[in-house]
């Protein structure tokens, strides 16, 4: 069974920096795509960011240029390094895998088949 975990979330003044990590095991052939998700209280789940294969990468406009979604030689390892972090950045952030990914297209929470369990990132003065 395909399984993630999230790490590194937490408090963060405004301002400041986060990075968290999301490890895929089990069954991950084929799921070419990994991808960040975040849900604030009382809003919708939002695609923040995902990567595929040859590390190509696409960004919602919220964090283009605040954020970065990279992995080093495990593919199964990959990381969301957020700065310039605002209150508005405060949500649940959730990693997620799907079979394909489209360059230049930010997939939708229902494109994803497995899901991790979400780490709290909260900016707040």
């Known amino acids: 069974q395909l399984q993630l975990v999230e790490s590194g979330g937490g408090w963060v003044q405004p301002g400041g920096s986060l990075r968290l990590s999301c490890v895929r095991s089990?069954?991950?052939?084929?799921?070419?795509?990994i991808g960040w998700f975040r849900q604030a209280p009382g809003k919708e789940r939002e695609a923040v960011s995902c990567i595929g294969p040859g590390n190509s990468t696409v960004y919602a406009d919220s964090v283009k240029g605040r954020f970065t979604i990279f992995r080093e030689s495990d593919k199964d390892r990959v990381y969301l390094q957020m700065n310039h972090l605002t209150p508005e950045d405060t949500a649940v952030y959730y990693c997620?895998?799907?079979?394909?990914?489209?360059?230049?297209?930010?997939?939708?929470?229902?494109?994803?088949?497995?899901w991790g369990q979400g780490t709290q990132v909260t900016v707040s003065s």
């Open positions: 997620a895998t799907a079979r394909n990914f489209y360059l230049n297209y930010l997939m939708p929470a229902h494109w994803y088949d497995f």
């Open positions: 089990g069954g991950t052939s084929g799921y070419d795509a």
